[in-house]
């Protein structure tokens, strides 16, 4: 594909988003109107073309890019058509995977990003915190060179009567400890999770500026049954916490719990560029997320 117009132009004037973006041009791949191995035009021409500012035509090539359907564009070379189907699309009856298969390699794929956004609704960071293991590795071996790094997390708040991890028994010597060793790990893993993202500030992305980290917590009133992460705005893995009866040690003391399997749970995918069910799902889990975030929600203290 060239720089002309006739190619790109879908006869719009009104305002458009990064989805009104991507998905004109993502309906012209498909179509086979934009054919494989051509050329996008350069940014300031999609910027003209669609009546947006720059960083709408970045979002939509971003999510392009996240899909498979286009090459990482660069200074003075722009991103070509790698596909006409999504790399990532998947049939619509594929099985769910447990977190501990599925996660890694989807949190890998989505640094490849020049502007990586996760956001993720957990129990505590323990599991996104493996996941994040290769990528960040991967940064600074110099191997992936985001721009910028956005991760947003949910977590329970203290002061909440946890419905799990608690104690089989009930008793209020029980639930104390319970709930101190549920606490200890919530505010160690996130210390970790921002200690680990935080130590890339110092590191050059593609744009031969330091890497932009903002990482923010805050506060669910609530014990989610769900665990969520949404990648970049273009995935979705969803899943249920698993709730089993085992023994813990706790202040040498044995004592029976329910408690959630993180790791071992299973994970169902879901893309935007999979089919409009998908899509559906990740725009409506993006937009709960969103809602949360500046509704029920409030500042996390990890230190407390």
Same mark, same amino acid.
């Given at each position: 594909?060239?720089s002309?117009?006739d190619?790109?132009?879908?006869?719009?004037?009104?305002r458009?988003?990064?989805?009104?973006?991507?998905?004109?041009?993502?309906a012209?791949i498909?179509a086979?109107e934009?054919?494989?191995?051509?050329?996008?035009?350069?940014?300031?021409?999609?910027?003209?073309?669609?009546?947006?500012?720059?960083?709408?035509?970045?979002?939509?090539l971003?999510?392009?890019?996240?899909e498979g359907?286009?090459?990482?564009?660069?200074?003075?070379?722009?991103?070509?058509?790698?596909?006409?189907?999504?790399?990532?699309s998947?049939?619509?009856?594929?099985e769910p995977?447990?977190?501990a298969a599925v996660?890694?390699?989807?949190?890998?794929e989505?640094?490849?990003?020049?502007?990586?956004?996760?956001?993720?609704?957990?129990?505590?960071?323990?599991?996104?915190?493996?996941?994040?293991?290769?990528?960040?590795?991967?940064i600074?071996a110099?191997?992936?060179?985001?721009?910028?790094?956005?991760?947003?997390?949910?977590?329970?708040d203290r002061?909440?009567?946890?419905?799990?991890?608690?104690?089989?028994?009930?008793?209020a010597?029980?639930?104390?400890l319970v709930?101190?060793?549920?606490?200890?790990q919530?505010n160690?893993q996130?210390?970790?999770?921002?200690?680990?993202?935080?130590a890339?500030?110092?590191?050059?992305?593609?744009?031969?500026?330091?890497?932009?980290?903002r990482?923010?917590?805050?506060?669910?009133?609530?014990?989610?049954?769900?665990?969520?992460?949404?990648?970049?705005?273009?995935?979705?893995?969803?899943g249920?916490?698993?709730?089993?009866?085992?023994e813990?040690?706790?202040?040498? =003391? !044995?004592?029976?719990?329910? #408690?959630? /399997?993180?790791y071992?749970s299973?994970?169902?995918?879901? $893309?935007? &560029?999979?089919g409009?069910?998908?899509?559906a799902?990740?725009? =409506? !889990?993006?937009?709960?997320? #969103?809602? /949360?975030w500046?509704?029920?929600?409030?500042?996390?203290? $990890?230190? &407390?």
């Amino acid at each position: 594909m060239t720089s002309q117009p006739d190619e790109v132009t879908d006869g719009g004037g009104a305002r458009r988003t990064p989805d009104d973006v991507a998905a004109s041009l993502r309906a012209r791949i498909r179509a086979g109107e934009l054919k494989v191995g051509a050329k996008l035009p350069t940014q300031a021409w999609l910027v003209e073309h669609y009546g947006v500012e720059r960083t709408v035509v970045r979002q939509a090539l971003q999510q392009l890019h996240a899909e498979g359907l286009i090459t990482e564009g660069r200074k003075g070379a722009p991103a070509k058509i790698a596909s006409a189907v999504p790399a990532a699309s998947r049939p619509s009856d594929e099985e769910p995977k447990r977190t501990a298969a599925v996660l890694s390699p989807r949190v890998a794929e989505a640094f490849r990003a020049k502007e990586v956004r996760i956001d993720a609704v957990c129990l505590t960071t323990e599991t996104l915190n493996l996941a994040l293991g290769e990528p960040l590795g991967a940064i600074h071996a110099g191997l992936f060179r985001p721009e910028s790094v956005h991760v947003r997390v949910l977590l329970p708040d203290r002061n909440i009567n946890l419905a799990f991890p608690r104690p089989v028994h009930r008793s209020a010597d029980g639930d104390r400890l319970v709930h101190e060793r549920w606490l200890s790990q919530r505010n160690t893993q996130g210390l970790v999770l921002r200690d680990n993202l935080e130590a890339l500030r110092l590191i050059k992305g593609a744009n031969g500026e330091e890497i932009d980290i903002r990482i923010e917590f805050q506060a669910l009133p609530l014990t989610s049954p769900i665990k969520l992460y949404l990648l970049n705005g273009s995935e979705a893995l969803f899943g249920y916490y698993d709730i089993v009866e085992r023994e813990q040690g706790i202040a040498d =003391r !044995s004592v029976e719990i329910y #408690d959630s /399997l993180g790791y071992e749970s299973m994970l169902f995918q879901y $893309l935007r &560029g999979g089919g409009s069910r998908d899509a559906a799902f990740v725009e =409506r !889990s993006q937009r709960w997320f #969103d809602n /949360l975030w500046v509704t029920i929600t409030t500042s996390l203290n $990890l230190g &407390g």
